[in-house]
């Protein structure tokens, strides 16, 4: 069974940073990636990453944000520096099966409030 798991989410003043934690198991998986979502909008894409480690990133965060991943551990990593107001969101963690069928998972989401 495909468990996703965040973690690593809180509260913190703007200009902060936060690691998020993202633990998939029970298959391996190909692109991974970070989501977001805040009041009143729809969900979007933070970063992801593949095997081979190539990276894209939303505008919004980028030289802000490092994703990395440790397939040894089937974990996914956000490094959020610099955090603004407007990070505030739920920010899930997506995994795309690496194998047929190429089902992709969702985890249940991890709070990041950035307030002063």
């Known amino acids: 069974q495909v468990q996703v798991m965040e973690s690593g989410g809180g509260l913190v003043q703007p200009g902060g940073s936060l690691r998020l934690s993202c633990a998939a198991s029970?298959?391996?998986?190909?692109?991974m990636g970070w989501y977001r979502q805040a009041p009143g909008k729809q969900r979007e894409l933070v970063a992801r990453?593949?095997?081979?480690?190539?990276?894209a990133y939303a505008d919004s965060v980028k030289g802000r944000t490092t994703i990395s991943r440790d397939d040894a551990k089937n974990t996914v990593y956000l490094q959020m520096n610099s955090l603004k107001p407007e990070d505030t969101a739920v920010y899930y963690c997506?995994?795309?099966?690496?194998?047929?069928?190429?089902?992709?998972?969702w985890g249940q989401g991890t709070q990041v409030t950035v307030a002063s």
């Open positions: 997506n995994a795309l099966r690496l194998q047929p069928p190429y089902n992709r998972y």
């Open positions: 029970g298959s391996a998986f190909g692109v």
């Open positions: 990453i593949d095997r081979a480690g190539s990276t």
